[in-house]
């Protein structure tokens, strides 16, 4: 093994990943958040936006199936689908599998971001951020959701963590929610990065969770079992009608088999049915939780892990 760099990520403030980085390939302070390309020796070529791990080649297909297919399916048909970050292209490559899929939109603030992933992570985006049914928007997705009217299928919010230096946590308030809900058709399906499952730190997950309930009416907390992230990770979804959870495997595989082209190694009916097993303690934290994000009231993450609350 040759580690000549170690990254100590914080997942909180008494807990670190230590990702050990054989090779800095890029490391920048863009306008927005400081930006590293590295390559893990455990998982390969990595984006790290703020000392935070986004995505790696050795585990991103898990994230990326769930975060796009999850929504598309729940919604049959998708057409049209606006991607809220998700500069890497990855989730992009998933939509783009859906042979209904006429256009995603990629509306993310950092346009540096975006040309680091397009050079240096063709891995990951394999082709999508160049596909022309992929729009680039290098722009606040709160704006240009806000100025959309039941336009998209398919909301999927790739962001970063909502820490209180970055440029992510406006995007897990009730306003944004509620501008969501008026970009999407009445069929529509928002799903969102919502936070870590770790027993400690479920309460970020369980007022984002609250908050598109509050929303939307419907929401449910979905299981990414992704190994960088360093513990279950949610992916919340909402909806402005009861949220599918029990669809049959082979009813999903079916569907898929008519929509979607290409291969995939995560996702399918079983892993549908998988990720919307909710653990009882994460059921139990989102019920019981009182919290609503606003703009008034963010979540208040530092990068070192430490709430504001
Ligand atoms: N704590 C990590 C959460 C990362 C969410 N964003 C990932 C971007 C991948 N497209």
């Not at 400690?200 to 939307?216: G, N, Y």
Request: charged letters at 20%; one cysteine or more; hydrophobic letters at 40%.
């Amino acid at each position: 093994m040759d580690t000549s760099v170690w990254i100590a990520e914080r997942l909180s403030p008494v807990d670190i990943y230590q990702h050990g980085v054989s090779q800095m390939l890029m490391h920048k302070q863009t306008a927005f958040q400081e930006m590293s390309i590295v390559i893990s020796e455990s998982y390969g070529k990595a984006l790290v936006l703020d000392g935070k791990w986004q995505t790696c080649t050795g585990d991103e297909f898990i994230y990326h199936e769930l975060i796009a297919h999850l929504p598309c399916v729940l919604h049959g048909a998708p057409k049209r689908v606006l991607i809220a970050g998700g500069a890497d292209g990855g989730a992009a490559r998933e939509v783009l599998k859906w042979k209904t899929v006429e256009e995603v939109v990629i509306a993310d603030l950092d346009g540096e971001v975006v040309d680091a992933c397009r050079e240096m992570l063709p891995e990951i985006h394999q082709g999508s951020l160049n596909d022309s049914r992929v729009k680039i928007q290098v722009a606040d997705a709160f704006d240009l959701i806000e100025a959309s009217s039941s336009e998209y299928d398919v909301i999927i919010a790739d962001l970063t963590d909502p820490i209180e230096e970055g440029p992510a946590y406006p995007l897990f308030t009730r306003e944004f929610f509620e501008a969501c809900r008026a970009a999407l058709t009445p069929d529509g399906v928002l799903i969102n990065q919502a936070g870590s499952m770790a027993p400690p730190w479920v309460t970020l997950l369980a007022r984002v969770t609250k908050t598109m309930e509050s929303a939307f009416g419907y929401a449910v907390a979905a299981a990414a079992p992704v190994p960088t992230y360093g513990s279950l990770w949610g992916l919340t979804i909402a909806r402005t009608k009861p949220i599918e959870t029990g669809l049959s495997p082979a009813k999903i595989d079916e569907l898929m088999q008519e929509h979607v082209q290409g291969s995939l190694r995560m996702f399918d009916g079983s892993a549908f049915v998988a990720a919307l097993q909710t653990p009882r303690y994460v059921r139990q934290a989102i019920e019981q939780e009182q919290t609503i994000y606003t703009l008034e009231n963010p979540p208040a993450l530092s990068a070192e892990g430490d709430r504001r609350e």
